[in-house]
């Protein structure tokens, strides 16, 4: 039988959440970077609880809201976010249409379900693939890079529009609470401690 590979509270070591140095537990602060050593997140379950609430409340108006207003030869009109898919999908931009869907649903619906099963999981403290379950993290941490596609996309969209002399383009209210919903998340997935997926998996912190 394999043994098992030493693990750091065996071993006195603590890793830095700012910069990743391990350091000696012994230490009351990171000695490259300067900042509190703890060997878990402090109050993560909560923090990660708070900002995913939050997130979930600002996501309905973030859908519901206008995110761009448009105006071309006198006539305008203020569209949301999957407005501005099924008109993207209509014009034959089906490229634009379904980055902006992947972006704007799909990724944050990711997001919100893979780290409510993680924060539900740990506080159970269920040993259900501890594997997959520290993937899938990793996997929230890296989709969270591109989260701000959407913004990006109207404010291109935008500045395209503003070189037609007869049109303008706007971004409206919608596009604030989304921002809000992609940093809400982003945070989330930072509080969160992927080390409480481990704890008593060998019967010790």
Known sequence: MTALAPRAHELGIVG???CGSACSADLPRCPRCGSPLHRRKPDSLARTWAFLIAALILYIPSNVLPVMYTSMLGRGEASTILHGVVEFWKSGS??????????????????FLVLGTLLVTVQ????????????????????????MLDV?????????????LLGTAEPRLGI??????????????????????????????
């Open 176 to 205: 604030v609470f989304f921002g809000l919903v992609v940093v809400l998340t982003m945070c989330a997935a930072m509080s969160f401690d992927p080390r409480l997926i481990w704890d008593d998996a060998d019967g010790s912190e």
């Open 124 to 147: 159970r403290r269920s040993t259900w693939a501890r594997q997959q379950r520290a993937r899938l993290y990793r996997f929230v941490e890296l989709i969270g890079y591109w989260s």
């Open 94 to 111: 089906w490229d634009i249409a379904l980055l902006i869907f992947i972006a704007s649903v799909a990724v944050p619906s990711t997001k």
């Open 16 to 18: 830095c959440h700012t």
């Open 152 to 164: 990006v996309v109207v404010a291109l969209v935008s500045a395209l529009v503003q070189f037609h």
